[in-house]
């Protein structure tokens, strides 16, 4: 159980919007110090701003977290502005869709980069800091969380780069659980499955490598964007919410974060397939108009 935040430090990642800066403002409320991290430098400049302005003791850096070298960079400037962190946030992210054949090898190199790299890098370099700090002192505690989705729960079509980097990272974050187990009791770990909450995942092309981008959006992406867009944009819960659950998840030590508990109804029907090895179910079965209206689209 982790009950006192003041003074302690976290990493944040994607922290100049979404779940990450809704984060790092309850970090602030708390008293402790931050770290953000994102690669648009005007999104993070403001939210540098925000914070400072609260009287949050922080470091905001520009990494790409998909390059190895610049989040060993980031390690190194945490450790030498706070020591070891108390907490990290994996939390950048992008997204992509369409029909899984009609990526490009680049948009494959940017999505697996950013959504499943970045947690690697995240959990490589600060894990070990923060193991040492606890060999070093009985009463540290630490928690990395993981942001997923519950397209890393789920296999949703039309979206399929996008799951299977997710479902990468629940993965990492099921192992990171069980090795931290067998090494420590004072450091936890979480994974956050949000289901459709506004953030800036949708406009993630607005931070696309330009090499990744596609000359010309197919049919089926255009139509991703659309739905996505739509969905997104429909939430009812609040990022600032979803960042609240976070902060409850880490000091009762609870592994799985869901933004939409109910949503865990499909999730159930996913595993019972796997269970009776029975094909996959038709994931529009209970609104079968989508299903019609997407093939429709598809089919221009």
């Known amino acids: 159980m982790i009950t006192n935040f003041k003074g302690k430090t976290a990493v944040l ?9 809704e984060c790092a403002r309850i970090g602030a409320r708390l008293g402790m110090n931050l ?4 690669v648009q430098q005007d999104a993070l400049d403001k939210a540098a701003t925000e914070l400072q302005a609260q009287g949050a ?9 998909s390059k190895a070298d610049e989040m060993e960079a980031l390690g190194r400037g945490v450790q030498q502005r706070f020591g070891a962190p108390h907490f990290v946030f994996n939390n950048a992210g992008v997204g992509a869709g369409g029909l899984i054949w009609e990526n490009s090898a680049q948009e494959w190199e940017w999505v697996i980069g950013v959504n499943l790299m970045g947690v690697a890098h ?3 370099i ?11 002192d009985a009463t540290y505690q630490g928690h990395i969380v993981n942001t997923a989705s519950m397209a890393g729960l789920l296999n949703a079509p039309n979206m399929g780069i996008y799951g299977a980097s997710k479902h990468a990272v629940v993965s990492m974050s099921e192992t990171l659980y069980q090795d931290l187990a067998l090494v420590t009791q004072q450091i936890g770990a979480s994974v956050l499955c949000p289901f459709f909450v506004p953030t800036g995942i949708t406009q993630s092309h607005r ?9 010309k959006l197919t049919r089926s992406q255009l139509i991703g964007q659309a739905m996505s867009d739509k969905a997104v944009s429909s939430g009812k819960v609040t ?3 979803v960042a609240q659950k976070v902060f409850d998840a880490i ?6 974060i869901y933004s939409h508990p109910k949503a865990i109804a499909t999730v159930q029907t996913r595993l019972e397939d796997i269970m009776l090895a029975r094909n996959p179910t038709d994931p529009f079965a209970h609104k079968p108009e989508l299903g019609v209206q997407l093939r429709q689209a598809l089919k221009g």
């Open 13 to 21: 990642t994607g922290a100049g919007s979404g779940f990450g800066l």
């Open 35 to 38: 770290v953000l991290v994102d």
């Open 57 to 65: 003791p922080l470091l905001a850096l520009k990494v790409d977290v």
């Open 122 to 124: 995240g959990i490589r």
């Open 126 to 136: 600060f894990t070990p800091m923060m193991l040492e700090a606890a060999d070093k």
């Open 207 to 215: 931070n696309r490598p330009a090499q990744a981008a596609p000359e």
């Open 239 to 241: 990022a600032a919410e």
């Open 251 to 256: 000091a009762a030590n609870q592994f799985y």
